[in-house]
């Protein structure tokens, strides 16, 4: 009578409803177990199994000697953050590099001459203690799109020149909605001062290259202490030396100061820097502040940063156009250097009157 | 007594043993639940049901390389659909309410629609040749796509017919035109023949150069292709592109005509209110050199050839400069005025009649 009571009451506990499990990365979405005595019985998804999920996941797994490389076409998802001193390379064409809002403490390089890369939606810390881009396009490549990414480069340490948020070369590129700090220099004690870094560059190769609604720093440069020599430069918001080059409504937030030298101070860094090198070059819609102040020295202060230093000067088509930009808090007297001639945009009062006259609605304005 | 209860005993471990102690696995049931479960436990019933098929995600048809069949994948239901990987292969269309999603992936080929559908969305991915919406499709959208050929070619690479088209932050480039006898000509990056109610929106776009005339005596130079060639459309608005550059023409040879260079937007006679507003167009190609026959033409930023009133096109707030063509806004075909305003470079605060807000700027 006891024995039967008994396996009665096993019986009855015996759990009747199904106990759902935890969901298994990678394998499985659910699975359900049914466990009767010794055996188990179970139901296990396989929606994962589907292509629609055939993303290759990028981890710390994936790093060989403080490097990822991606030489083959397809879609890659950054899984977690990754430490890359030796950066992630893309090196084959059609590449898209989701970086699924995590950080790579390192920099992204898209070399090799290939073509149709996508680089978006993370965060790239260049902060190391060598001098590191950000994010590069080297010359040959081409169709490249950088979106929705924060990249900064922290300030270096010890004789190391401040690095380029981004080194764009080749042709078609496209940056859009990014945050680019680039970083401050090092002090030397002997030779020039070293230069911070640019928030972009855009060097001699680069053409047909948009930049839209990203907000831009630039990084101060070098003290030195070496007698009569220069102190190194503050890095221009946007260097540009390249050809049919469109920077639009682009957020030119501060750019680094000259260093400091024992003979002469470096120059500030200017909102955007256009030099002789560059070609139909077109900046509009900008808002510029915040430019650096040349640094100090017995010999000579540097020159203060501009909003715009265009020194491209030549033929219509090939001279800049820099139009309807806002330029406040510039630490140089002159505002807009355009086509190497001084002074051209509009002074407005603040806060702004309304009998101040703007005739024309294209005139690069500033307040201060 | 004892017998008594071991018979209840007895009686109620044969009722409750039969109980199955495994769930049982229902069918799918489609558009309601994934998967159910029902446990029977004496007259009433316990029962899970998924409801995993209220998400999107899990309505979308993968498609791969083993949907090919002939050089294409075909879409012949409704539905949504998401690329699982690159793919070389033609897509056709060939249903109504179809969302293609590119997924971020590339197509190696050509995307068109050939039947009457209506309700097409493509979106976020690269084309790696052209996109073709043929006549009587109506609400087409695409949204995030990049399309273009390599060199050399002479398709538009999105060639639009139908009505209720919306094309939406693309980045379209057109391939220079081969040289041959007789250069061939570019495609133009966005080519519209015969459409209603379109919207070209936050584009980005860049069209080849044509092709040269390699003869061996006299030859053509074929011409560039325009940014966008607007052919008998009804209701377009383009709004917020860049036109980045133009390709210049073909150069000719002997007694050939050289060809001529591509304009920003080319709008033709037989439209019906078109309009441009807020665009940037650059870098307009030069007409091409070398053979004495023709007069190829510079590409201008606007060439506008509506004269039919109640039908003109609306041109507004647009900025142009680096334009090959001395004449950079040509509207309603007035091909002896410029219709546009310089403005001096570096622009300064003399300029304007009347401070109009509503011109069309100039700087070269």
Redesign the interface.
Known sequence: ?KK??V??VL??F?P???VVGSIVSGQSLWW?T?R?GQTA?I?ESK?DA???C?QTSLSSDDISVNNIEITS???YCLSEDVLVSSGITIRAS?V?L?LNNRRVDGFISVENNVS?V?VTRGFVFANFAASTLGMRVTSGSS?V?FSDITVKDTAVTGGVAGADGMLLSGS?I?VFNCTVQGGDAGSTSSGAGLAGGHGIEIDTNAS?V?VRDCVISSGAGGNTSELEIQAGAGGDGVHIEGT?I?I?RCLIYGTGAGGNGSGNGGDGGNGVGITTNAV?V?V?DCIIRNTGAGGTGPDSDGTDGKAVEDLKTGA??V?S???RNVAHNIANAVK?N??A?GE?G?FMAYPPPNST????????LFYS | MILENMKKLLLCMVLTLPLPLSAIVGSVVSGQSLWWMVKRIGQTSDIIESKLDALKACEETVLTSADISGGIIAISTPGTYRLGEDVTAGISIQAPCVLLDLNNRIVTGTILMGLPVDNITITDGVVLGDVRVTDFVSRFTIQGVTIGFSDPGSTSPLFLTGSNLQIINCTIKSADGAANPNGDDSGHGIELVGTFTTVIRDCIIYSGAGGNGTGPTNADGGDAGNGIHVNDATDLEIDGCTIMTTGAGGDGLGTGTPGDGGNGIRVLSNCTDVAVHDCIIRNTGAAGTGGSGGSPVAGKAIFDSVTTSGSLSVFLRNFAHNIANTLKYNFQGDVGAEKGTLVANPPDNTFLLDRNQFVNAYMS
């Open positions: 009578m039967i009571i396996f009665i019986v009855s015996s009747i409803c199904a359900i049914q009767i019985d139901i929606i589907l292509p629609i055939a076409p397809g879609i059609c898209f989701d149709d996508t169709n799109l078609k496209q047909k948009v049919d469109e639009d139909s077109a509009h219509a088509s001279v156009v820099v139009y807009y355009l086509q001639s051209a509009v006259f703007i005739g024309n609605q294209f005139v690069n």
